[in-house]
């Protein structure tokens, strides 16, 4: 559903967001080996997230990526979704620009509820709703 560079972005959060939760910040090669991506490609992924303020850069001694504590409840996973892949969750299941309500495409009754549905999540779960479960290990993130 999301694009790579939309998913490395995600893990990339909540791997940042964790260690910033403990302090630390990391940095570019530290990211790029734990959420399995080439460094060139996590790079771009990070700078849109500084580029979006999601994610802090700092540079020089004890520098690196990091997140500001006081807005992991502001950051929302649509925040992340849309600085990469756009309003995916408004678009034509079937790719086509002229589907809505009054010229739907065929499968847009059947998407549009559990679309509504998606954006709802996206909309309502923070990073730090995130890293709730990660931190308590209801739920994993190889990292």
Known sequence: MFSKACEYAIRSSIYIASKSMIGQRVGLV???KK???PEAFTSKILQKLV??????SVKGPGGGFGIDMDKMDVI???DIVEAFDG????RCSLGLSECSDIQPCPFHHKYKPVREKLLYIYRNTSLKDLM???QN???FLKV
């Open 137 to 139: 290990g209801e739920t």
């Open 132 to 134: 709730a479960g990660f």
């Open 76 to 78: 929302k996973i649509v």
């Open 51 to 56: 580029k979006h303020n999601i994610i802090i």
């Open 35 to 37: 959420i399995e991506s």
């Open 87 to 90: 309003n995916i969750l408004k």
């Open 30 to 32: 530290d990211v790029a």
